[in-house]
């Protein structure tokens, strides 16, 4: 549960933001960035923060349509949930990355779940909140299209991971996927700057964590990826080859 003991409304469970690193990190974010400096302000007195442990869950799926949410630090996944129980990762996000507008802007809920991948800090924005200052600026509007945009094309990208019958292409679409949207090249290829468990690869890609692990290891072995520090990903310009063919 989110909270333990007796359920308390999740708004009046945060805090007021009150950081001035988060009202930095908001100015780094599209959708805030045309805000002025005193917009801004006022932006950061209607956030409210709250720190969640690891596995800790943030918001239930009849949650979503009340809120928006911003990470502050750590690293987040949206998930949906089989009937026989199984995850699967929707979307990952880390942070600077925000979540929930969809369902602020026509008032239904989300058909997931967001759980803390590791320790993390967010910020939320209630409905009636985001409606007051987002919906009436209309430099906010545009941004919120090109937003609209870029969620359509990673919702094609999921469908193109579930896709493929091959658990390889499988794995090579995830791969791809997640260094598109957070990618960092450098001279030895592109570095994926988060560290993710085969489990939680395979939970995006709906595959066993062990086939997921064999996988890895063979385009290790192939010298088409790198682990860096135990910890990043590096694909190399042979992986990124190959797969582009797929």
Known sequence: MLFSGKS??????????????????LKEIPLFSCFSEEELSKVG??????????????????ETKNYMYIVFSGKIKVVQISQEGQEQIVAIRKKGDFFGEMALLDGKTQPATVVAMEDATVGLIAKIDF???????DNVLKQIISLLCKRLRESW??????????????????????????????????????KLTHKEIGNYAA???????????RFCQS????????????????????????
């Not at 595959?207 to 290891?217: G, H, M, P, Q």
């Not at 910890?231 to 190399?236: N, W």
């Open 157 to 194: 990208l999921m469908l193109r991971v579930l896709s493929f019958a091959d658990a390889e292409d499988r794995v090579r679409a995830v791969l791809t996927n997640i260094s598109s949207i957070y990618g960092v090249k450098d001279l030895r290829g592109i570095i994926i700057p988060m």
């Open 223 to 246: 010298g088409e990826m790198e682990v860096l520090d135990n910890k990043y990903i590096l694909l190399k310009p042979s992986f990124v080859k190959r797969s582009s063919n797929h």
């Open 131 to 137: 409606e007051r200052y987002f919906l009436e600026n």
């Open 45 to 62: 007195q209607i956030v409210t923060e709250k720190s969640f442990k690891k596995n800790a869950i943030i918001l239930m799926e009849d």
């Open 207 to 217: 595959l066993a964590r062990e086939t997921v692990s064999r996988l890895l290891s």
């Open 8 to 25: 308390v409304p999740l708004r009046n469970a945060m805090k007021v933001l009150k950081s001035h690193n988060y009202i930095t990190i």
